[in-house]
Nanobody, 125 residues
C-alpha cells in the first residue's frame, strides 16, 4: 500500500487549497480514508474522515464549514478541499488509511496503519 499526497503549498489567509492523496496497491473502494495534520511542536491531529463509499464523513471542529473531504474511487484518490484558510491551519497534512477493509476508523492516529509522506500547507496572515 502506498499513499502519495500532493497539492500543498503557500497561500494567504482566506485562500483555498485542494489536497489529493493517491492510493495504490489494493482495492481502494473498500477502505475508509482520513486526513490528519501536524504543526511544528504539536501532536498529529485528526482533520476529517470518509467512509469507503463516500456516503459518510466526519470533521474535526476546526475543519467544519471550511474543509470538505471527498473521494473518487475510480481514481483511487481522496481529496481535502480547504477553504477560508487560517494561519493556524499551517501544518504538514497526511492522508491515512486503516489496514482492514470495511472499517470506518475514528479520530485517533493509532487507528490508522498506512500513512502518506505528508504535504506542507503554509498559510500566511
Amino acid at each position: 500500500v502506498q499513499l502519495v499526497e500532493s497539492g500543498g503549498g503557500s497561500v494567504q489567509a482566506g485562500g483555498s487549497l485542494r489536497l489529493s492523496c493517491a492510493d495504490s496497491g489494493r482495492t481502494f473502494s473498500s477502505y475508509a480514508m482520513a486526513w490528519f495534520r501536524q504543526a511544528p511542536g504539536e501532536e498529529r491531529e485528526f482533520v476529517a474522515r470518509i467512509r469507503w463509499d463516500g456516503y459518510e464523513t466526519f470533521y474535526a471542529d476546526s475543519a467544519k464549514g471550511r474543509f470538505t473531504i471527498s473521494r473518487d474511487n475510480a481514481k483511487n484518490t481522496v481529496y481535502l478541499q480547504m477553504n477560508k484558510l487560517k494561519p493556524e491551519d499551517t501544518a504538514v497534512y497526511y492522508c491515512a488509511a486503516p489496514q482492514r477493509p470495511g472499517v470506518f476508523a475514528g479520530t485517533y492516529s493509532a487507528e490508522y496503519d498506512y500513512w502518506g509522506q505528508g504535504t506542507q500547507v503554509t498559510v500566511s496572515s
